[in-house]
């Protein structure tokens, strides 16, 4: 008799992994659940405090899940790598003046390599998640992420730095779903977060204060009291420092010019805030590099794709070209709005992932 296939399930305490975890053990795998444990404080109150996909209630929700579904389930402790790869990852961007995705960088680095590699020790074939895409293997033999089957909860943007390897042994059930197909399953089986709702803070920060996280985390290596400018170098006021800002951003800034104007560029080593019109924030370039090639090992010549440079932004139209010290240059067929450094642009073909990079 063959022997089943092992899959970890990353269980986050919601519907969509607890459904992935069902799912799979439906398709005749060996599940065993696993929830990531990534909080650093140590105190009860502090766990209590932290909700989200990474908090005590998860755990407990998680177990709950995995009780009902009948699978063994682990908390497994992650904090060490979840400190480096993104907690410090993402004080240090901001201090460059670039606007980071901890989302990203936790799935390449603690959801995938961190826990696949420790999962591969232990014997599991594969691990799984509760993502809305899709895995597959094109004929060149290389493995993409597929967009899922529902527009609205795509997360494929998401997932464009993971390797093949990676890849090769991650399994996506829930791609296959819409969300109230989804949560259906939930209910049908009285799974106790068939209703829960979604995570939308970052887990580190559930009370969205940016500010006070880098003050506790970087103190006195925050950048004090600059000036703001326009593009010709005019003073126009005084800032908080460059890293309470973002490209785009039209709030909070304490300027009156008597109309709408909006963060069009940070000059960190100046610690200058450059403040302009919405029309002086629409571009048709931008390099990027940490460049991740899924669907092809690379490009050595032009090549015609769709580009994203935001979670919500639709695509638009593009040309990648290499670039000198294995940056590529991403020149798009019509402006696009707030191109921002730090975030991830991701290339798309037909429906699944061509490559992706950080914006430089």
């Not at 659940?33 to 996909?53: F, H, K, P």
């Not at 969205?208 to 010709?232: M, Q, S």
């Not at 290339?347 to 950080?358: I, M």
Request: charged content about 25%; glycine content about 10%.
């Amino acid at each position: 008799m063959e022997q089943k296939k092992k899959v970890v399930v990353g269980m986050s305490g919601g519907v969509d992994s607890s459904v992935a975890a069902y799912l799979l053990k439906e398709q005749g795998y060996d599940v065993i659940g696993v929830t990531m444990q990534i909080w650093q404080e140590e105190d009860q109150c502090s766990l209590e405090e932290n909700g989200g996909c990474c908090g005590l209630s998860a755990v407990e929700d998680a177990r709950r899940v995995a009780e009902k579904l009948e699978i063994p389930y682990y908390v497994m402790n992650f904090r060490k790598e979840f400190k480096e790869k993104v907690m410090d990852y993402f004080v240090e961007e901001y201090l460059q003046g670039r606007t980071p995705n901890p989302c990203n960088a936790c799935n390449r680095f603690i959801k995938w390599e961190a826990l696949l590699n420790r999962c591969r020790a232990i014997g599991a074939d594969y691990i799984a998640t509760g993502h809305y895409a899709q895995i597959k293997q094109l004929e060149n033999g290389r493995y993409v992420i597929q967009n899922s089957v529902t527009a609205t909860k795509d997360q494929t943007y998401a997932l464009y730095n993971l390797t093949q390897e990676q890849l090769s042994h991650t399994l996506m059930p829930v791609g296959a779903y819409t969300k109230e197909e989804i949560r259906a399953i939930a209910e049908k089986l009285e799974l106790p977060i068939a209703n829960k709702p979604d995570s939308q803070d970052i887990c580190f920060i559930p009370d969205g204060d940016y500010g006070a996280f880098l003050e506790r985390e970087a103190g006195d290596r925050l950048p004090g009291v600059g000036k703001y400018v326009n593009k010709e170098g005019q003073v126009l006021g005084e800032h908080k420092g460059v890293t309470h800002y973002t490209i785009g951003q039209r709030k909070g800034l304490g300027v009156a010019a008597g109309h709408r104007i909006f963060v069009t560029a940070l000059r960190p080593e100046q610690n200058e805030v450059v403040l302009g019109e919405s029309e002086d924030l629409f571009s048709t370039v931008l390099y990027c590099d940490k460049v991740n090639w899924m669907a092809i090992p690379g490009i050595d010549a032009p090549y015609e794709c769709v580009a994203k440079i935001r979670y919500a932004h639709k695509g638009t139209p593009c040309t990648l070209e290499p670039a000198e010290n294995g940056l590529v240059k991403v020149t798009f067929k019509e402006p696009v709005r707030a191109i921002t450094p730090g975030q991830a642009v991701v290339f798309y073909e037909k429906d699944y992932v061509l490559g992706g990079g950080s914006i430089l």
